[in-house]
């Protein structure tokens, strides 16, 4: 069956403008994680869902990061202002709970210029 | 915080060797550890995990031990081969589904 994909695969903006990250899980999955990972370094949590809602936003670095997930599906990571410092790769995955094995889609690179 | 330290950061391995990396984790209530493997422009991959009532779990050529006591986790690649050539990211769970990860080990196969 398919994996979790992401779009786009590549994001390229400038210092200040908004950019959207799309996640689309694992039919069925009902837990989505979002994560970030910098240049030779592990990944690290940013959100987690459990259906519509996030049960855990703790990860987000600051307010100009927010994500949804409207219908318990597809997710999207809105960073608004973007800054040099938020590129990076950002990762998403989806388990069947929340207690499940994660499975990371490809990720999407984002860079700021 | 949660911390997870892993070594060595850089492995390289004779093709057929054995390779280990080794994990060290903070939080006590840690229950769950997997290993994922990452190629170059893709997501992580996983390959084995281990639960805390486990010591010691294998598939194929690779395999997990735990130690809890001493809180710490390893991986073994046995025989290894060039497709083994990525980096390597140890984890252990924060609570009921948070994955805290190491810093990764690129391994290198060397044919």
């Known amino acids: 069956g398919a994996g979790v994909s992401q779009t786009p695969s590549n994001k390229v903006t400038e210092k200040g403008k908004y950019v959207e990250l799309r996640c689309d899980p694992i039919s069925g999955h009902t837990a989505l994680y979002w994560y970030r990972q910098s240049l030779g370094q592990g990944p690290e949590f940013l959100i987690y869902?459990?259906?519509?809602?996030?049960?855990?936003d703790s990860g987000l670095p600051n307010d100009r990061f927010f994500a949804v997930r409207p219908e318990g599906s597809v997710s999207t990571l809105k960073i608004q202002r973007t800054e040099r410092g938020d590129s990076a790769v950002y990762l998403c995955?989806?388990?069947?709970?929340?207690?499940?094995?994660?499975?990371f889609g490809p990720g999407t690179r984002l860079t700021v210029l | 915080g949660e911390n997870v330290e892993q070594h060595p950061s850089t492995l390289s391995v004779q093709e057929g060797d054995s390779a280990v990396i080794k994990c060290t984790y903070s939080d006590s209530a840690s229950n769950y550890f997997p290993w994922y493997k990452q190629e170059l422009g893709k997501g992580p991959q996983l390959i084995i995990d281990i639960r805390s009532n486990v010591g010691e779990k294998k598939d194929q050529r690779i395999a997990v031990t735990l130690n809890k006591t001493a809180k710490h986790f390893s991986l073994h690649i046995t025989e290894t081969q060039p497709e083994d050539s990525a980096v390597y990211f140890c984890?252990?769970?924060?609570?009921?589904?948070?994955?805290?990860f190491g810093a990764g080990t690129t391994v290198t196969v060397r044919a």
């Open positions: 869902f459990q259906g519509t809602g996030a049960a855990d």
């Open positions: 984890a252990a769970s924060i609570g009921d589904y948070k994955l805290s």
């Open positions: 995955a989806s388990s069947s709970t929340g207690y499940d094995t994660q499975y």
